[in-house]
Nanobody, 116 residues
Framework: QVQLAESGGGSVQAGGSLRLSCAAS????????MGWYRQAPGKQRELVATITSGGSTNYADSVKGRFTISRDNAKNTVYLQMNSLKPEDTAVYYC??????????WGHGTQVTVSS
């Protein structure tokens, strides 16, 4: 099993910044990738950004140029730096881990609220 612990959510005004962190523990071997997804009220969960074990990144078009995903392998931690936040970025953000090419593991989520 893999445990994922998110932190760093909160409330911010439009144009502000937040940084989310996700620390992985447990059976972290064979994790192919980690990433962030989000779910706004009444909407489906959607990809925000992912990063592979090799460091390749992928972003949703809506966050390109504003969000940056990174990882610290020594700390088994992934970060999401969110800049120029918009009200439409308001959602619960979930950290996920992909093992054996399946997104099997999820954190409990952290709320991000952006006010206009």
């Amino acid at each position: 099993q893999v445990q994922l612990a998110e932190s760093g959510g909160g409330s911010v005004q439009a144009g502000g910044s937040l940084r989310l962190s996700c620390a992985a523990s447990g059976s972290i071997f064979s994790i192919n990738a980690m990433g962030w997804y989000r779910q706004a009220p009444g909407k489906q969960r959607e990809l925000v950004a992912t990063i592979t074990s090799g460091g390749s990144t992928n972003y949703a078009d809506s966050v390109k140029g504003r969000f940056t995903i990174s990882r610290d392998n020594a700390k088994n931690t992934v970060y999401l730096q969110m800049n120029s936040l918009k009200p439409e970025d308001t959602a619960v953000y979930y950290c996920g881990a992909q093992k054996f090419y399946q997104w099997n593991y999820w954190g409990h989520g952290t709320q991000v609220t952006v006010s206009s």
